[in-house]
């Protein structure tokens, strides 16, 4: 097997173990008696909800994802709406979502599928802000290089639906939100921005952090949070009713991908599945890690693999197109020079790296020697933030189409040794 096809290989089984359709009937009690609603929102939700009809049968419900990536359902209505910055049809269909759990009672329940990109996908503006400003605020933050902590941090503070408003529209009806991660570090209230976990708001912060990253809101967002904005906190009694269960996260996968890579006699090297930073940076580094590892192999030895997850940033100079991952994988070519012997992998699970349908990319000895002969010049496509384009001359990109799940990205490096 070549390596290409090997990490490719073990790309598809990150991304196999993440499909909702192997793995969230474990985590489905049996259907409750009485009025069942489910609702939802992310990359993975629409697959999500197919697992659970073929559980439970057809059900009730809405629940929203990205454009291309319904299924068919039996009694979910599924809508798509844009990501990763929101649109008409997403706000329209969030408003349906919070006027039917409005509508539910003590003895109903309500299963909550909840997955990442549910934060542009669920969107309703706090009072007094629009659907525009709420979207000329995304495209700052995402342009600005500001952590995906960060981002969703401020998008609970000017949502109607977000940090845990979501079940407070559903109370006093008992709710499951079952939870599929996509964050560093797995934590319920940080996947899609919370919108079924309280959160102590903490509006002056808010502002702080569009301040550190060069971001200035529309005036209304601006005037929200400096009224300091109109959180759900944690002890909230709508809250009371709500279970919060992450059954799916990027560790799993990482562990599945290793275990693969081992069955094939590679050693394998886990930097961990949170990491996060600028991409380019994070690159040299991976690129100097890579090389050292190289150095220490002994004859004999199948190969060394690094892998890692986590969500990394870009920030956008130039006018290109590109995503955390194939700006990732555009930078490592660039300090590894053709160095022989390592190939690399990064892709985001999702099949979609920053806003373009593409998943990733693939690198290896020949990267440069190719855009070369495209006539292509590695520095300046990087300087462009063009990784794509880039990718697309090579002939290197990784096109998965919607792989209906969602657990960040996933890069791995194979160093196999030179004689």
Not at 111 to 135: C, D, M, Y
Not at 310 to 317: I, Y
Request: charged share 20%; glycine share 12%; net charge negative.
């Amino acid at each position: 097997m070549t390596a290409p096809a090997l990490l490719r290989g073990l790309f598809d089984r990150a991304v196999e173990v993440a499909d909702p359709m192997r793995s969230l009937s474990a985590y489905l009690p049996p259907k409750p008696s009485g009025r069942v609603v489910v609702v939802g929102a992310g990359k993975a939700s629409a697959r999500m909800a197919e697992a659970v009809e073929r559980a439970w049968g057809p059900c009730e419900g809405l629940v929203i994802t990205r454009y291309g990536y319904a299924r068919a359902c039996q009694g979910i209505e599924i809508v798509e709406a844009a990501h990763p910055v929101p649109d008409e049809a997403g706000e329209v269909a969030t408003r349906r979502m919070l006027a039917l759990l409005h509508s539910l009672g003590e003895e109903d329940f309500v299963l909550a599928l909840i997955s990442g990109g549910g934060s542009a996908l669920l969107t309703a503006p706090a009072a007094g802000i629009t659907l525009a400003e709420k979207r000329a605020l995304t495209q700052a933050l995402l342009a600005s290089g500001a952590s995906i902590g960060d981002i969703n941090g401020i998008r609970k503070e000017v949502s109607a639906v977000k940090g845990g408003r979501l079940a407070a529209a559903a109370y006093p009806a008992r709710m499951l939100a079952l939870m599929i991660s996509d964050v560093p570090g797995d934590n319920p209230g940080d996947i899609a921005s919370g919108p079924t976990v309280g959160y102590r708001g903490d509006a002056v912060r808010a502002l702080a952090t569009l301040d550190r990253w060069g971001v200035t809101p529309p005036d209304a967002i601006g005037d929200f949070l400096a009224a300091g904005g109109d959180p759900v906190r944690p002890d909230d009694p709508r809250l009371s009713r709500v279970e919060n269960v992450v059954y799916a996260a990027p560790s799993q996968s990482l562990a599945a991908a290793a275990e693969m890579a081992r069955a094939r006699g590679l050693t394998v090297e886990m930097l961990g599945d949170a990491l996060e930073g600028e991409a380019r940076r994070i690159a040299a580094d991976h690129a100097a890690l890579a090389r050292a590892r190289q150095q220490g192999l002994t004859p004999g030895a199948a190969g060394h693999l690094i892998l890692s997850g986590g969500e990394l940033t870009v920030t956008r100079r130039g006018g290109g197109s590109g995503g955390p991952n194939a700006e990732y994988a555009l930078a490592l070519a660039i300090a590894l020079k053709g160095a022989p012997g390592i190939h690399a992998l990064a892709c985001d699970t999702d099949g979609v790296d920053g806003a373009a349908e593409v998943a990733g990319a693939l690198i290896g000895p020949g990267t440069l020697s190719k855009a070369a002969a495209a006539g292509i010049d590695p520095e300046a496509a990087l300087a462009d933030n063009d990784s794509h384009g880039f990718f697309a001359a090579t002939g290197e990109q990784v096109v998965t189409g919607p792989t209906l799940t969602n657990v960040n990205d996933f890069r791995a490096i194979l160093v196999e040794r030179q004689t």
